[in-house]
């Protein structure tokens, strides 16, 4: 099956300063889609991307569609302390199970 | 609506003792799905149904059983539990309309096989 490569596994910021993940895959995906779970809770849908090249932004999150449709990535601006957690990119083959990558887990300091 | 709810939140089990994982939506979704979270690695497909009755094995199904008597609910049953079975179990459900990639999960039950 698709394997999909989550860079970097952690990062510990300041607040205030910009993040940066991606997701690399060795096949393609039709959708691109990036979830974040909190300490002791279920992920949660932040972005879903449908195109290659599509670049959509959700508050301070914006996420793009890789043109080749083999990777992914998350751009978080302004990083606040809510913002820590589990970021997990997520991809999907039409008829095909989702597959989710291993996470980065980003640690805000005040 | 509560969304998906999991129970227990946490449990400990003795190498060849058996436990189902309770899992229900009150969002009437026909999709629903078994993850576990392994520490440093992605989610991991158990098993899933796209409807009441009818079920399917995800990538890692060994060891673990399912049903799905009703829209409503998808228990996951252990029935010989060994200390692979150690992980973070995610329910998850999705509505068939749309491109349905929104999946509403559950809050999670830890379990740990001793």
């Known amino acids: 099956g698709q394997q999909l490569n989550q860079s970097p596994q952690s990062m510990f910021i300041q607040e205030g300063e910009d993040v940066s993940m991606n997701c690399t895959s060795s096949s393609i995906f039709n959708t691109w889609l990036w979830y974040k779970q909190d300490p002791g809770e279920g992920p949660v849908l932040l972005i879903a991307l449908y195109k290659a090249g599509e670049l959509t932004s959700n508050g301070r999150l914006t996420a793009q569609f890789g043109i080749t449709r083999k990777d992914s990535f998350l751009n978080i601006s302004a990083s606040i302390p809510s913002d820590v957690g589990i970021y997990f990119c997520?991809?999907?083959?039409?008829?095909?199970?989702?597959?989710f990558g291993a996470g980065t887990r980003l640690t805000v300091k005040p | 609506n509560a969304g998906v709810t999991q129970t227990p939140k946490f449990r400990i089990l003795k190498i060849g003792q058996s436990m189902t994982l309770q899992c229900t939506q009150d969002m009437n979704h026909n999709y629903m799905y078994w993850y576990r979270q392994d520490p440093g690695m992605g989610l991991k497909l158990i098993y899933y149904s796209v409807g009441a009755g009818i079920t399917d094995k995800g990538e890692v199904p060994n060891g673990y059983n399912v049903s799905r008597s009703t829209t409503e609910d998808f228990p996951l049953r252990l029935e010989l539990a060994a200390p692979s079975q150690t992980s973070v179990y995610f329910c998850?459900?999705?509505?068939?309309?749309?491109?349905?990639?929104?999946?509403?999960f559950g809050s999670g039950t830890q379990l740990s096989v001793l």
């Open positions: 998850a459900s999705r509505s068939r309309q749309g491109r349905g990639e929104k999946l509403f």
């Open positions: 997520a991809g999907q083959l039409i008829g095909d199970d989702m597959r």
